[in-house]
Each structure stands twice: as C-alpha cells, then as structure tokens.
C-alpha cells in the first residue's frame, strides 16, 4: 500500500498537507481545521502501520499481523469519522 500509491497513509499525508495550506486562508474554524488535521495525521501514521503489518502477514505467514491491522482498520474510521465531523462543522 505504501509503494504502489492505492491511497492509505499517502493519500492521508496529502490531505493533511492541503488543511494545514487551506487554514491561514479560513475567515473562522481555523481550530476545527487543526484539530481535524492531527487527526488525519494519526490517521496516515496508522495506515502505515496497517501496510506494514500487511507485509508481515504475507512474509511470515502469520494471521497475528492480519488481525493486528484489522483491529488498526477501526481505529483509522473512527478517527477519520471524527475529522470529517470536525469538516462538516465549517
């Protein structure tokens, strides 16, 4: 996920890049933007971890990984559900 481009912590970076250019340009909810941006920041560090984990899986043949990421798969949505809540307050 990490090399090949199919969205995960890259697509996340991105975004969190675009807030932090977008906010000085906001006339109000600047502090909605910064908080919805660490999130997406913990949302990119946590995707790396699933693609990391992923690669394990396949290298050591072992479902431990797999269930690992999984389990870091909710924790990405909720944090992803909470910054675009944060978004929509805008």
């Known amino acids: 996920m990490e090399r090949a481009g199919t969205g995960g912590s890259v697509f996340r970076n991105f ?3 675009f807030l932090t250019e977008a ?3 906001l006339s ?4 909605l933007v910064a908080e919805a941006t ?3 920041a913990a949302s990119a560090q946590a995707w790396a971890r699933v693609a990391a984990l992923i690669e394990l899986a396949g290298a050591d043949a072992s479902d431990a990984p797999l269930q690992e990421a999984s389990a870091t798969c909710l924790h ?3 944090l992803e559900l909470a910054a675009m809540q ?3 307050r805008l």
């Open 76 to 78: 990405i949505a909720e």
């Open 23 to 25: 906010t000085p340009h």
């Open 86 to 88: 944060l978004l929509l």
């Open 28 to 31: 109000q909810g600047s502090d």
């Open 38 to 40: 660490a999130l997406f």
């Open 15 to 17: 975004y969190r890049d």
